[in-house]
């Protein structure tokens, strides 16, 4: 009905058919109304029949217009079977939209989308991140129990995916999968312990999202990841840090003693004076201790600090929060700041901020005093705004300021909003009664407002009066006689009760006003409000107590009205009395006391602030805003009286050292001497070195990136959570320079019994060095900056400790680099890393490079053909004359084994030379590493030079960006590699090739049908397509119609064997069998197009 109604108003409105952004298909028909509501249908029908469609266009215009209506808030579910045909489309556009679209309406078309599961699974192991990512989102929207164990599979998979976009999904897929079967509990903590581990800023913050949702009391999880959580912070998208925040939060409360302790002391040394002198010795002894805090606290409420500049309101407010709850109370005053920097942000952030201030300003005034005028109320604040600002400036009003606040108060009093008016005389009661010496002023200013003309000022006054005259009532006779008089205009339930309860606690002091009071409500005693009515009854019966000569007869008439009420209250109220006052038979004990129990001296009403108790919530949650435990609300513990051990945080690195010695049995003592000498002075110069032996792994390998930056290099020396490291690191500096004498024999020649041995496979141990830099640079947390200076240096520090070790036998200077700790390991020893240090994805590559080289079939062969084709990486508009091309040489890379080999050829096409080119800001995805060239000192007017560099892509075909600079300017630029250059050669034969592919059969094996001409079936001319295409070898065959070609992929070694077999016709059958099905997938998508055409 609903979208009939739509297509009604649409056609009504005229023009307007194009709301769903679709073509209108038909206007009113001639049969009249029956055509407003069938056009809604043909719209649908005309998407239909696009989706149905053979072009690609036309269903991504469908796809597009569909996205379009979800995200109107249109219904769109009933064309679910026509979008689902679509989920196996092989136009990634549409793809993309299509699982868009079943995220939305997957949990409400379970059925029709559990048909599709087996497209979904298949798009898991697709080579696009994206539309791996958006199956896993798929899959964990169908919320159906009898898929939970391929979900599970699924996630497993998924988090040790190499994009870290999967890894994310995968961790948002846990809370889902968690919430559709808790039991699955125990697995999924197996992998959120997993993905914790994971270095990728994308991960962290979903990762720990998941953890809050499915194990937030397992705290041991984190201990190993605090530090680097910590480190990483900083560079977490926005959402991420602040459940990061949150957590860490949490975490520091039950981890490290309060730094509020000091104060607590003080204050128990007061209260205990008068203990015995035992106990007193006892705490006292106790005390003498004084409070240091743990390195590890300081580094987070550190690391914490530059978020409170973050755009983001929520990050803000949850870095407050932390310094609250757990920074010492000295340190807290820097949010103030941050928090009235928010107050210009729009009204829903400026509420939840006003909030929390108002609870932090009850305790500690003295952090928002100085920005006061930022609470004045503006007059385009909505009241909800107004209201809370008049909290926070009761709260920080004192002696020095009250006077100006009460001239800001006297002008919101005649504000057009009544509510915020009636919340300002509120407002000056508080101030009255918190501060005593304007006390009468406000009493005073109180009373002139009662001839205000408005009627709630009026009736709010009154009653703010009433609580004032409680503290002080013998002193105000005058102001009672005022408010009795008011009584004939004011209307106002509260107000009018409030009057006659003043007057009834003060009739002796009005005696003559109090009976003529009685009189007249007596006369309007129906017509009143209940809450009037019974403040009408107790005045009748305090009157009959103190004055029964005037009144008895008064009061006895309004007890047999109040007999007869309506309302039970009223008539219990009456009985109660008349049986109290009234004195009979029956009346009990209680009657002699009637006087004392109606005229008791009452005390004075405590006027609080509404957010006094807010305080034992967290504040920036739901609970707090509230006001009352929302569900999911974590609490945070108290403070522990000894603080765990804090131990449990360090990375454990005495492993670490054991995995990389055993080397070989003839040099195991050369190298462990070498190791122990030498691993202090490369802690301080190599950054993966520090990062593999800090406490604090990724905090110390951020320390080593920006070694070379400065900046940072200076905050993270002075990183208290760091001190044990640096302290280590310069011990290590002093004790080498102490004993360089006493080791250089020793170490020289140890030293030179390696330099022989690399002299005798220089090249070798070269790419070995770049393998192992590479490696351990993908590990670190800083693989973007500083990975290729930090190769080329440590090359020719190598180089430079060869001749020194022949020459002068000198012990090595404080240059030296990781790299070199190669020279202990043969080269022929595939590197063993330890777990923490290589991501699971990349230990698989490391497995399967392990597996392929001990195999004896496989040899690199020379290419079979090198293209000449160049790709543009700067145009010389763009590069402001330095024009820029590279091409694929096809040759080992003498930078390293797993590095693709790129010709650069710069040309300077200006009339000036250029001066100073050279590699600047590298922004690489994770895992990938470059060598870059030498820097050019000066490119001459119209020359022309051509350089050499290596990429490590890690077997992907992402793009690896760059900054090419010059002496002036900077120019972005992109090298993107073809699949078919990712692979080296590999000479094998047949016997071998068959066997090969006979192991890499059902998921590794990938084919297609092709179509082509017979001319173009020759085998010479598939052997040009093939080799042009791809950087393979060509296999002997003893078969005339199959064409075997082998090759290795260049970072992992996995073999890469392509099969064609021409059938009869003009067909043929492309198979490419791999361990790499990704890249599989991508070398099959270019080949079949280049073999189809002519």
Known sequence: ??????????????????????????????????????????????????????????????????????????NASELFPAVVKNVASKNIEIKKLVYVYLVRYAEEQQDLALLSISTFQRALKDPNQLIRASALRVLSSIRVPIIVPIMMLAIKEASADLS???????????????????????????????????????????????????????????????????????????????????????????????????????????????????????????????????????????????????????????????????????????????????????????????????????????MFEPYLKSFYVRSTDPTMIKTLKLEILTNLANEANISTLLREFQTYVKSQDKQFAAATIQTIGRCATNILEVTDTCLNGLVCLLSNRDETVVAESVVVIKKLLQMQPAQHGEIIKHMAKLLDSITVPVARASILWLIGENCERVPKIAPDVLRKMAKSFTSEDDLVKLQILNL??????????????????????????????????????????????????????AKKIFLAQKPAPLLESPFKDRDHFQLGTLSHTLNIKATGYLELSNWPEVAPDPSVRNVEVIELAKEWTPAGKAKQENSAKKFYSESEEEEDSSDSSSDSESESGSEIGEQGESGEEGDSNEDSSEDPSSEEDSESGRESGLENKR???????????????????????????????????????????????????????????????????????????????????????????????????????????????????????????????????????????????????????????????????????????TDRKIENIHIGEKKLPIGMTMHVFNPIDSLEPEGSITVSMGIDFCDSTQTASFQLCTKDDCFSVNIQPPVGELLLPVAMSEKDFKKEQGMLTGMNETSAAIIAAPQNFTPSVIFQKVVNVANVGAVPSGQDNIHRFAAKTVHSGSLMLVTVELKEGCTAQLIINTEKTVIGSVLLRELKPVLSQG
């Open 164 to 366: 870290p976009y999967v890894r994310k999904n995968a961790a948002h897929a846990i809370q889902k999968l968690y919430s559709l079967d808790p039991e699955q509990k125990e697995m999924l903590i197996e992998v959120i312990e997993k993905l914790l581990k994971d270095k990728s800023t994308l991960v962290a913050g979903s990762v720990v999202m998941a953890f809050e949702e499915v194990c937030p009391d397992r705290i041991d999880l984190i201990h190993k990841n605090y530090r680097k959580l910590c480190n990483l912070l900083v560079d977490v998208e926005e959402w991420g840090q602040v459940v990061i925040i949150h957590m860490l939060t949490r975490y520091a409360r039950t981890q490290f003693v309060s730094p509020w302790k000091e104060g607590d002391e003080l204050e128990d040394n007061e209260k205990n004076f008068y203990e015995s002198d035992d106990d007193q010795k006892e705490k006292t002894d106790k005390r003498k201790k004084p409070y240091t805090m743990d390195p590890d606290h300081r580094l987070l409420i550190r690391n914490t600090k530059p978020l409170l500049q973050s755009r983001n309101a929520a990050v803000v407010m949850a870095v407050a929060q932390l310094y609250w709850h757990i920074s010492p109370k000295s340190e807290a005053g820097i949010i103030s700041k941050s928090l009235v920097r928010l107050l210009r942000s729009n009204r829903e952030v400026q509420y939840i901020v006003l909030q929390n201030i108002a609870t932090m300003s009850i305790q500690r005034k003295g």
């Open 540 to 593: 009748g019966a305090k009157l009959y107590l103190t004055n029964s000569k005037q009144t008895k007869l008064l009061t006895q008439y309004i007890l047999n009205l109040g007999k007869y009420d309506q309302n039970y209250d009223i008539r219990d109220r009456t009985r109660f009395i008349r049986q109290l006052i009234v004195p009979n038979e029956k009346s009990g004990a209680l009657s002699k006391y």
């Open 739 to 909: 004993t360089a004498k006493r080791n250089s024999k020793a170490k020289g020649k140890s030293d030179s019994e390696d330099g022989e041995k690399e002299n005798e496979k220089s090249k070798t141990s070269d790419s070995s060095n770049d393998e192992s830099s590479s490696i351990e640079d993908s590990s670190s947390d800083s693989e973007s900056e500083s990975e290729s200076e930090s190769e080329s240096e440590s090359r020719r520090v190598t180089k430079e400790k060869e001749k020194k070790t022949k020459q002068d036998r000198t012990p090595l200077t404080k240059d030296v680099s990781l790299l070199d700790l190669d020279d202990f390991n043969p080269v022929s020893t595939p590197v063993a890393l330890p777990t923490p240090a290589v991501s699971p994805s990349l230990m698989a590559d490391l497995e399967g490079l392990n597996l392929s080289t001990s195999s004896s079939v496989i040899s690199v062969s020379t290419p079979a053909f090198v293209p000449t084709k160049t790709h543009v990486l700067l145009h010389r508009m763009s590069g402001k004359g330095l024009a820029a091309h590279y091409f694929f040489p096809r040759q080992p890379c003498i930078f390293g084994e797993k590095m693709v080999s790129i010709q650069i050829t710069l040309n300077n096409t």
């Open 1 to 74: 009905m609903s979208s009939n109604s739509f297509s009604y108003n649409e056609q009504s409105g005229g023009g307007e058919a194009t709301e769903l952004g679709q073509e209108a298909t038909s206007t009113i028909s001639p049969s009249g109304a029956f055509g407003l509501f069938s056009s809604d249908l043909k719209k649908n029908e005309d998407l239909k029949q696009m989706l149905e469609s053979n072009k690609d266009s036309a269903k991504l215009d469908a796809m597009k217009r569909i996205v379009g209506m979800i995200a109107k808030g249109k």
